[in-house]
């Protein structure tokens, strides 16, 4: 099964290059390209096998949400002129991912079930289940860290730390939750709950630019909205559509990303199995089908879509 591991362009003009989890950062002054990779992570691991179509899966959606949350906050997309492949501005990273929930799922209730009943210094009510809905969606951010785990933090430790200032900090949370209702709409019209997720935002020229991908099944997690109230009600697992079914797997094989623990055999059918998985958030997302691209000279192909369109979009 053909999927995209790794590039390893070099362009004129290029004045660096950031080889994250998923994606491959090419930096030309202030403008970036990022190419969307089949490379999957999961407890802030990269697994050894990429997925195929799932950097299309992933680029395409995030487009479609960046486009439609864009008279919320400005967000850095110039173009995408491939589906693997975004370009746009070069913002200054804020060093914290928001991530927002409004259900008690994946690590939010792996540390309530644990006992604790206050996460990122937001207390949480007694007696709530598995999936439940919160009574407010609640802002739990985390570190944004260059290597290994993410961790999580207050919002009184970020401002305590010098990490983001106040004024900033208050324009992330307020589009935090603007952007998580935007989202939970757009869920809402293909009947699925946006359960929780992430953004990132960056400075461009003073101001607050939304980056990196939105509502995608890496940064977000989905329930399907029918059958949700009487799964809830018999103590049912939720139909999902995240990539919780990835971390399940792993868990159930032994390996949360931990010292001394090996990850589990990938084999053909498992990764053809997380493939369709990605192909079907993505038709339940957008009610489209998915059309799959060539990976016949796929590496060729983002490498002239790049030559091509860094430069076209200078003002």
């Not at 950097?55 to 400005?74: E, F, H, M, R, Y």
């Not at 208050?170 to 989202?183: D, F, N, S, V």
Request: with cysteine; net charge negative.
């Amino acid at each position: 099964m053909e999927a995209i591991k790794e590039t390893n362009f070099s362009f004129t003009g290029q004045t660096g290059f950031y080889r994250g989890k998923v994606r491959d950062v090419y930096y030309f002054e202030d403008r970036l390209a990022i190419v969307a990779t089949d490379r999957i992570s999961a407890f802030d691991v990269v697994l050894p096998r990429a997925i195929p179509y799932k950097g299309q899966v992933l680029n395409q959606i995030a487009s479609l949400n960046l486009k439609a949350t864009s008279d919320i906050v400005p967000n850095w997309v110039l173009a995408t002129p491939d589906p693997n492949l975004t370009i746009g501005y070069r913002c200054e990273p804020y060093k914290v991912e928001m991530v927002i929930r409004g259900y008690l799922a994946g690590h939010a209730w792996r540390e309530y079930k644990a006992g604790k009943r206050s996460v990122c210094g937001v207390s949480l009510p007694e007696g709530l289940h598995e999936n439940d809905r919160l009574p407010e969606p609640i802002i739990t951010p985390t570190t944004k860290a260059d290597e290994g785990h993410d961790e999580d933090i207050s919002r009184e430790e970020i401002l305590a730390k010098g990490i983001v200032s106040e004024q900033d900090y208050a324009k992330l949370e307020a589009y935090t939750r603007q952007l998580y209702a935007k989202g939970t709409e757009l869920a809402r019209q293909q009947g699925l709950i946006l359960v929780d997720t992430k953004y990132e935002f960056g400075n461009y020229k003073g101001e607050v630019y939304l980056i990196d991908e939105i509502h995608t099944p890496d940064s977000s997690r989905y329930f399907y909205s029918q059958g949700y109230e009487e799964r809830q009600q018999k103590g049912e697992p939720q139909k999902q559509l995240s990539k919780e079914f990835v971390r399940q797997w792993l868990i159930e094989n032994g390996f949360q990303g931990k010292d001394g623990q090996t990850i589990p055999e990938m084999t053909d059918e498992v990764v053809k199995s997380i493939s369709e998985r990605y192909i079907e958030l993505y038709e339940v997302f957008t009610g489209q089908p998915f059309i799959r691209e060539d990976y016949q000279n796929v590496l060729s192909r983002i490498e002239s879509h790049i030559e091509e369109n860094i430069f076209s979009t200078k003002n």
